[in-house]
């Protein structure tokens, strides 16, 4: 069974960077062919995808998001990291980590996400 738990701080001040941390359990995330993503949620609004990392370290990102997002991975702690740096209010949401396989687009494992909300 897979489980992935996120983690991180609930509150984050604007300007400053946002980093949520998702542990993996029941499945290695170097094994193939997973897409380990992050989605976030604004109040309001329909799911975002922010971007993902293969069970091969390869990373990609949402254009909008790309010049201020950053995932990477330990492998050694079976975990994959989200940093979102200058961080406004518009990234208020529900950060959620999945699992994808074989780039579907579809998730077939997700944490139960966490509120962040930003303060200014």
């Known amino acids: 069974q897979v489980q992935l738990q996120e983690s991180g701080p609930g509150l984050v001040e604007a300007s400053q960077a946002l980093s949520l941390t998702c542990t993996v359990s029941?499945?290695?995330?170097?094994?193939?062919?997973?897409?380990w993503s992050w989605i976030r949620q604004p109040p309001g609004k329909g799911l975002e995808w922010i971007g993902y990392?293969?069970?091969?370290?390869?990373?990609e990102y949402s254009p909008s998001l790309k010049s201020r997002t950053s995932i990477s991975r330990d492998t050694s702690k079976n975990q994959f990291t989200l940093q979102v740096t200058s961080v406004t209010p518009e990234d208020a949401a529900v950060y959620y980590c999945?699992?994808?396989?074989?780039?579907?687009?579809?998730?077939?494992?997700w944490g139960r996400g966490t509120q962040v909300t930003v303060s200014s």
């Open positions: 029941g499945v290695s995330i170097t094994t193939g062919y997973a897409y």
């Open positions: 999945a699992r994808d396989v074989l780039n579907r687009w579809w998730y077939d494992s």
């Open positions: 990392i293969t069970y091969s370290g390869d990373t």
